[in-house]
Structure formats: structure tokens, C-alpha cells
């Protein structure tokens, strides 16, 4: 029978407290006699005694029932290290600090793996102004465009999107662009090092 929660949780939350056996049962108005059963797999709280006994022991239910605390760790904050999803479906866009589970129009996405730019997805990018200028030779038709043109530094991500009709183009701050990123709505994701532009 699996348990729903178990008592090596119990007591390494409860002595991570500092607290008794008899001070965990006062909060939960139970005998200490019932909390070492639980501790010894001898017997399991009631139902009802869940919450209580999470609050008790300052931890989520979530952790109570996994026998895991969980630990806040903060993603990376290089923005290098960033992760694109694209919804075949609706065209949807979500750009992520690391790996998640993206789930959309009743899919789940992988994320987008980059290639080098083709001949069919050159990207141009130029100096000017204090700007990178890019440009992508590509067809901008209803059916086949390109969706949007991004550049990453370490610390940001500049998205612009494009539409059809109108040209694959966009300007982007130049501070510690690292990457220049075009997806095709067909063809999928393409990038250029901004060390292959002539300064
Ligand atoms: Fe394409």
C-alpha cells in the first residue's frame, strides 16, 4: 500500500524544528504516543491532521506528500543560457531562463534548437549608428515568414516581432549582444554570432 506520507518525513522535519515528539503532538492535540507511531511507520495521521501537521512543521503539503523540501533555486540570470518554445499550432512564443515543461494547444513543446543560418535564413547584421542593424533574406508571405528576429546578451533578450508583407528587419542595442536569433514560421530557429559582424 503506498504511504501518503511518511515518517522519516515526520521526524526529520520535527527535529529540524527543534521540536519534541510531545511539543509536535500538543500543536495537533494528539499523544506523543501517536506521533512516534508515525515516525516508526506504525501507524499514519489522520486525514484531517495533514494540514495541520504541515503547518506545524513549516512545510507545503507538496512536501509532505513527496517526503522533499523544496528549495527556491533561482535560474541563472545569463540570459545566454535561455530557452525559446514555439506553438506550432497558434504561434504562440515563450521565451524561458532555462528547460521547463511548456505545454500549449494541447501539446507540449520542445524547445527550439537553434541551427546556423542556410542560405535560405541568411541573416545580415550591421553596425549602424551605435545599433546592430539585421536583415533576413527570406520570404515574408502569409504562409511562410519570419515570426520574429531576437538578440541576446548575457543579462537581456530584445525581441522584435515581424509580420508578413513587410520586411524581416530590426534594430537592436548593441551592449553585449552575443547572439542574433530569426524564426522561421516553416523552418524554425536560426542564429549568427555577433562576432561574424564586421564592427
Ligand atoms: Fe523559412
Not at 64 to 69: A, C, D, N, P, V
Not at 81 to 89: A, G, I, L
Request: hydrophobic share 35%; proline share 4%; charged share 25%.
Amino acid at each position: 500500500m503506498n504511504r501518503y506520507v511518511t515518517g522519516t518525513m515526520i521526524r526529520q522535519m520535527r527535529e529540524k524544528k527543534n521540536m519534541t515528539q510531545e511539543e509536535l503532538a500538543a500543536k495537533l492535540y494528539v499523544s506523543s504516543k501517536a506521533v512516534s507511531k508515525w515516525e516508526t511507520g506504525q501507524g499514519l495521521p489522520d486525514i484531517s491532521l495533514l494540514e495541520p501537521l504541515a503547518k506545524a512543521l513549516d512545510i507545503s503539503m507538496i512536501e509532505l506528500f513527496s517526503g522533499e523540501t523544496v528549495m527556491n533555486r533561482n535560474r541563472s540570470s545569463n540570459m545566454l543560457r535561455s530557452v525559446t518554445y514555439v506553438c506550432p499550432v497558434c504561434g504562440n512564443s515563450i521565451f524561458a531562463l532555462g528547460q521547463c515543461v511548456v505545454s500549449c494547444c494541447g501539446i507540449t513543446l520542445p524547445p527550439q534548437q537553434s541551427e546556423e543560418t542556410d542560405d535560405a535564413h541568411r541573416i545580415h547584421a550591421q553596425i549602424d549608428d551605435g545599433e546592430y542593424y539585421v536583415t533576413v533574406d527570406h520570404p515574408m508571405e502569409k504562409d511562410h515568414f519570419i515570426t520574429c528576429l531576437t538578440a541576446v546578451s548575457d543579462h537581456a533578450c530584445q525581441i522584435v516581432k515581424q509580420f508578413p508583407e513587410g520586411p524581416a528587419e530590426a534594430r537592436f542595442c548593441t551592449a553585449r549582444v552575443r547572439w542574433i536569433y530569426a524564426f522561421c514560421n516553416r523552418h524554425g530557429l536560426f542564429r549568427i554570432s555577433t562576432k561574424e559582424v564586421n564592427k
